[in-house]
């Protein structure tokens, strides 16, 4: 189970944006120009601005700088306030990274049914990762009632959307159970063993 820390379009931006949004790009572009200090300035600017249509994606952006001590010493408790604040909003990404961190208890009290959760919120909104962690916890039985016809279906979703670990998970299903019960899986979702579903791809958008 991997953290990915992915910060919101550092590489590039567009400039097709409404006008709430001018300073949440204000500061993607200070951020790209290594002015750390001026960037989080307007970051902070968005994520207090109840109206703002980029405040959650300015909340993660900055727990991602603290948690990473981009330009800056890094800050976990600042980070994971954002983090939270940014996950109450609904920000997958966001719920995945913080999902993580309850799960591995970095940063905070380990806690796999918070972790549980948020991957399964993130998931929801077809979070690869997100999606392949939480097949994973039904597989186990980790923070949840084990259940392998869901962690079969998630590993599923998980690769079509490119996570090809869960390949050797599906295996390992195939060989725990019966072959009527193998029957009953393929036949419940041929179509996504057949990869007719398309999900998001893990690319974040500005």
């Known amino acids: 189970m991997k953290f990915f820390a992915i910060l919101l379009s550092i590489l590039s931006f567009s400039f097709s944006f409404s006008v709430t ?3 949440y790009f204000k500061a993607l572009e200070l951020f790209n120009q290594r002015k ?3 960037s989080l300035v ?6 207090n601005d109840e109206k703002n249509e980029k405040r959650s994606d300015a909340m993660f952006n900055l727990a991602i700088i603290y948690d990473n001590g981009f330009g800056i010493g890094v800050d976990k408790t600042r980070a994971l306030y ?19 961190k309850y799960y ?3 940063s905070v009290y380990r806690d796999v049914t918070k972790a549980f959760n948020l991957y399964e919120s993130a998931s929801r909104y077809g979070h690869p990762q997100a999606t392949y962690n939480l097949a994973n916890m039904y597989f186990t039985g980790t923070g949840t009632v084990k ?4 962690s079969y279906k998630l590993f599923l979703l998980a690769k079509i959307s490119g996570v090809d670990e869960s390949k050797y998970f599906l295996n390992k299903i195939k060989s725990q159970i019966s072959p009527e019960e ?7 979702f041929g179509s ?12 974040i958008k500005d």
Do not use: R
């Open 21 to 23: 949004a001018n300073d």
């Open 42 to 47: 307007f970051f902070k600017k968005v994520a």
């Open 182 to 188: 193998l029957n009953t899986l393929t036949e419940e």
């Open 192 to 203: 996504l063993i057949e990869e007719k579903i398309p999900l998001p791809k893990d690319d």
């Open 82 to 100: 954002y983090y939270e604040e940014s996950a109450a909003l609904s920000n997958i990404y966001a719920q995945y990274n913080l999902g993580w």
């Open 147 to 150: 259940n392998l016809k869901k």
């Open 104 to 106: 591995n208890g970095e």
């Open 36 to 38: 750390i200090e001026q």
